[in-house]
């Protein structure tokens, strides 16, 4: 199968705890974004990464980090320094120049909760 | 900045009807795209059409087409003859300037659509 895998889909953390989102694809995209959704929100960019080994915070990436080894994966972790990340999390690819660049795919996204 | 206004956060409308969602941005770039999401229940994005910003001609997708003012910026969609599976929400999203390596998207609110049978 082909395409963007974000596991796991729901994901329940305590308070204090981190935790890390996984996002892995097989497009063989260069590209790769984090979003945070809320409700009434829209999407807000967390993190991205145009290349292995770079990555630019987005708008809201205070409590957050992330890390870019291989071309294939994008692992998002939330910190105990993000202090409301009960949200529902969704990672992107974009492809390289060609004919659809300036379009991103969506993975099916991680739901995480805060007990 | 570049901002995105989806004026209408909810609207319902009869199956086989044909719907409106209405979008405007605001930007002093020229070079740029557009697109609509639609997010359905089970929360996947997925990519309804999208706007070259220096095409005059307007994108259509099947049932989906859009009017693009770029003099109002002013980016709608159309949906024609409205299925039961067309129920979601929906994004409108602006990227640009596309020569610059710094790819960005940035998102509306969203319309929450509601095709009622």
């Known amino acids: 199968d082909g395409g963007i895998t974000q596991s796991p889909k729901y994901l329940f953390r305590k308070e204090g705890q981190n935790v890390t989102l996984s996002c892995e694809q097989n497009?063989?995209?260069?590209?790769m974004y984090w979003y945070r959704q809320d409700p009434g929100q829209g999407l807000r960019l967390i993190y991205y990464?145009?290349?292995?080994?770079?990555?630019q915070k987005g708008d809201i990436a205070e409590g957050y980090s992330v890390s870019r080894e291989k071309k294939e994966s994008f692992p998002l972790t939330v910190t105990s320094a993000q202090k409301n990340p009960t949200a529902f999390y969704l990672c992107?690819?974009?492809?390289?120049?060609?004919?659809?660049?300036?379009?991103?795919?969506f993975g099916p996204g991680t739901r995480l909760t805060v007990l | 900045a570049q901002t995105v206004t989806q004026s209408q956060p909810e609207m319902s409308v009869q199956e086989a009807e044909t719907v409106t969602l209405s979008c405007t941005y605001d930007?002093?770039?020229?070079?740029?795209?557009l697109f609509w999401y639609k997010q359905p229940p089970s929360r996947q994005m997925i990519l309804v059409i999208r706007q070259e910003a220096y095409k005059q001609q307007n994108a259509t997708e099947n049932r989906f087409s859009v009017n693009f003012q770029k003099a109002a910026k002013s980016f709608s969609l159309k949906i024609s003859d409205s299925q039961l599976g067309d129920t979601a929400m929906y994004f409108c999203a602006f990227m640009g300037p596309v020569m610059n390596r710094d790819d960005k998207i940035i998102f509306g609110k969203g319309t929450r659509l509601h095709i009622l049978p």
């Open positions: 992107a690819t974009q492809p390289p120049p060609g004919l659809n660049r300036y379009t991103q795919y």
């Open positions: 497009l063989n995209h260069d590209a």
């Open positions: 990464s145009q290349i292995v080994n770079d990555f």
């Open positions: 930007t002093s770039e020229s070079n740029y795209y």
